[in-house]
C-alpha cells in the first residue's frame, strides 16, 4: 500500500511559493507610495498655493513652536517680571536678563513689551507708569527723564499698501524714538516710525500718527500741534510740521 499523500511534483526554479525575490519591489512601491502621499496637496498656504503634507506638517511644528516661545516670552516678561508683586529692583534685574538695554529707571507693574526685548532701549531716570504697552517688532528708544503715562501704547507694526491700495499681510517694523524728557499723557498712542522732540508733551488720548518737533504740545487725534513750550500758542499745525 503506497503511503504517499500524492504524486509528487517538481516546483520549476523562481516559483512563487518558493522564491522571496517580489518582497523589495513591493517595499519600493510602498515607499514611492508614501514619498507621493507626502507631496500631494493637502492645503493651501497664506498665498493660495498648494501644500503638501510633508509642508503642512513643517508648518504645523514652526507654529506650535512658534507659540510655545511666545507664551514663554509672555509669561517671563509679562505675567512674572510685570507682576505687582514684583519689587522695582527685581524687576530692573529681570528685564535686564531678559535683553531689555535698561539703564536706572522705574517701571510700574503690567508694562507689555512684544517682539524682542532687545529691540527696547530704556534711558536713565524714564519713569513708566502701569499698563504700559510697547510693541517691540522695531527698535523703541525712550531717551533720558521720560515721563510715560499710564495706558500709553507706544506701536512698532505695521503693514504696507500694495498697488492696488490694499493692505499687504506681510508685517514691517518702524522704529519710534522718544526723546529725552517727553511727556507722554496717559492713553497716549505713538504710532509706527514716529520721533518724538526732546521736552515735547504729548497730550491724554492723543494719537501720535507723524514726527513732532522739541519743547511743543500736541493733542487730540490725530495729534496736532497745540502750543510751545515757553513761546506763544500756534495751534491748528499738524503733527510733524516745521513752519516758523
Known sequence: ??????????????????????????MADGSRTMRSALRRPVATGETGAPKSLGQAVRIVLRMIWDDLTGALHYYYLVKLAGARIV?????????????????????????????????????????INVDCFFDCLA??????????????????????VGPDGTAQHQVIGRDVVIGDGV??????????????????????????????RPRAIYAGVPARLAGHLGGADRPGESAGTTSA
Open 1 to 26: 500500500m503506497n503511503s504517499s499523500v500524492g504524486p509528487s511534483v517538481d516546483l520549476p526554479a523562481g516559483d512563487a511559493s518558493t522564491d522571496a525575490s517580489p518582497a523589495p519591489p513591493l
Open 139 to 160: 527698535k523703541v528708544t525712550l531717551g533720558r527723564n521720560v515721563m510715560v503715562g499710564m495706558g500709553a501704547m507706544i506701536v512698532t507694526s505695521d503693514h504696507e
Open 87 to 127: 519689587p522695582r529692583p527685581v524687576r530692573f534685574v529681570m528685564y535686564r536678563l531678559a535683553g531689555v538695554r535698561l539703564q536706572q529707571s522705574k517701571i510700574a507693574p503690567g508694562l507689555f513689551i512684544g517682539g524682542p526685548p532687545s529691540n527696547l532701549t530704556i534711558g536713565h531716570n524714564t519713569s
Open 183 to 212: 511727556w507722554l499723557g496717559a492713553r497716549s498712542t505713538v504710532l509706527p516710525g514716529v520721533t518724538i522732540g526732546e521736552g515735547t508733551i504729548i497730550s491724554a488720548g492723543a494719537v501720535v500718527t507723524r514726527d513732532c
